[in-house]
């Protein structure tokens, strides 16, 4: 048994060797369509944000935190945090293809952490709002969802954290878990634009009531708001769908992806 590990262990260094001996890969090209996703989807969710700013100013009076505006920190935080720096968090690895793996991980922690943070934010001001007007909480779909997707997301990032930035988790055990921290990272991502739409339309229906239905500006407003948030969901979703557009294996990530299947498998990687 020993014996059969050591030659694993030599085939898994020989391929690491050779790697290391045919030097460094030149940089891999962005696919050519990439690029112009990734603008539209950063165009489309700068309009959100600002749609978002416009709709408080023009028809909630504005945010201010020790008032009765403070309300309106909710949604723009929300926005701001959960759905458009969120996005940008998961395209990380699409966008940065030939930097170091750590350094890309490191910002793919720190963009959710700056989400939290910011989501920390919106989500005291709804909880304050309604201790100082006596509302009721966690009454409502959109409200319940909401809690759901803050508790998912802190998970999710601890998670990670734990996995890929913490040195003690092991590369089969990272391997292991990878894909479904990319599927819940993508889950959670279209769970905080679900409930950011149900927000929006119970805004809208306790505000407007009846007049909702009769075309107010408002109204018309949200709706384009609406589907505003959809389109950037989708684009990012499709950026992230498509397996060509993946983040290809540097070197050492090479290596160390032929080491782990050469101790898994017991193949060597040279019989590939």
């Known amino acids: 048994m020993w ?4 030659c694993t262990l030599t085939a898994g260094g020989s391929a690491a060797s050779r790697l290391s001996m045919e030097g460094p890969a030149s940089p891999a090209r962005a ?33 201010a935190w020790e008032s009765a505006l403070q ?9 701001i945090g959960l759905v ?15 930097e170091a793996k750590r350094t890309t991980k490191v910002l793919h922690g720190l963009l959710h952490v700056f989400a939290f943070v910011i989501a920390l934010v919106g ?17 409502s779909l959109h409200s319940w969802c909401g809690i759901l997707v803050f508790a998912l997301f802190f998970a999710q990032w601890l998670v990670g954290f734990s ?14 878990y990878r894909p479904q921290h990319v599927f819940f990272g993508a889950a959670i991502f279209l769970l905080s634009v679900a409930t950011a739409l149900l927000g929006l339309k119970e805004a809208l229906l306790f505000e407007l009531g ?52 050469t101790l898994t498998e017991g193949d060597s990687p040279s019989s590939q």
Request: proline share 4%; charged share 15%.
């Open 163 to 176: 996995f890929f930035l913490f040195p003690g988790a092991s590369f089969s055990l990272r391997s292991r």
């Open 123 to 139: 989500l005291v001001a709804v909880f304050e709002h309604h201790r100082k007007k006596g509302y009721a909480d966690l009454y």
């Open 210 to 261: 009846t007049k909702y239905s009769m075309f107010e500006p408002e109204g018309v407003l949200a709706n384009v708001l609406g589907l505003l948030l959809a389109t950037f969901a989708t684009v990012i979703l499709y950026i992230l769908t498509r397996a060509d557009w993946k983040r290809p294996l540097q070197a050492e990530e090479q290596a160390l992806s032929m080491d782990f299947k």
């Open 71 to 79: 309300f309106n920190v909710h949604p723009l935080c929300m926005i």
């Open 3 to 6: 014996r059969t590990l050591t």
């Open 84 to 98: 458009f720096l969120q996005g940008d968090a998961l395209l990380v690895y699409r966008v940065f293809r030939n």
């Open 31 to 63: 696919p050519g369509a990439l690029p112009y996703y990734v603008a539209f989807s950063q165009l489309l969710g700068l309009i959100v944000v600002a749609m978002t700013g416009a709709w408080l100013g023009m028809y909630r009076g504005g945010i």
